[in-house]
Nanobody, 119 residues
């Protein structure tokens, strides 16, 4: 099993910044991808950003230029730096990590962390 622990959410004013962290632990042989998703109240979950393979990244159009995803391979940790936050960024943010464990593949989700952007 692979467990994920998220941290870094909270309340921030519009224009502010937050950094989310997600650390993976457990029976990990190889991590193939790490990503962040969010779900606002009454809406479907959506992809925010993902980092895969050798470091390729992909972002939702709504966060391009404001959010940056990065990872620390030694710590099996993925980060989401969120700048210039807007009220519409308010949501529960969850990380997803997938790859190869021992002996099978895995796709694990974090518990979710609330991000609220409000004045």
């Amino acid at each position: 099993q692979v467990q994920l622990v998220e941290s870094g959410g909270g309340l921030v004013q519009p224009g502010g910044s937050l950094r989310l962290s997600c650390a993976a632990s457990g029976n990990i042989f190889r991590i193939d991808g790490m990503g962040w998703y969010r779900q606002a109240l009454g809406k479907q979950r959506e992809l925010v950003a993902v980092i895969i393979g050798g470091g390729s990244t992909r972002y939702a159009d709504s966060v391009k230029g404001r959010f940056t995803i990065s990872r620390d391979n030694a710590k099996n940790t993925v980060y989401l730096q969120m700048n210039s936050l807007k009220p519409e960024d308010t949501a529960v943010y969850s990380c997803n990590v997938y790859g190869i464990g021992n002996p099978t593949s895995f796709s694990s989700w974090g518990q979710g962390t609330q991000v609220t952007v409000s004045s």
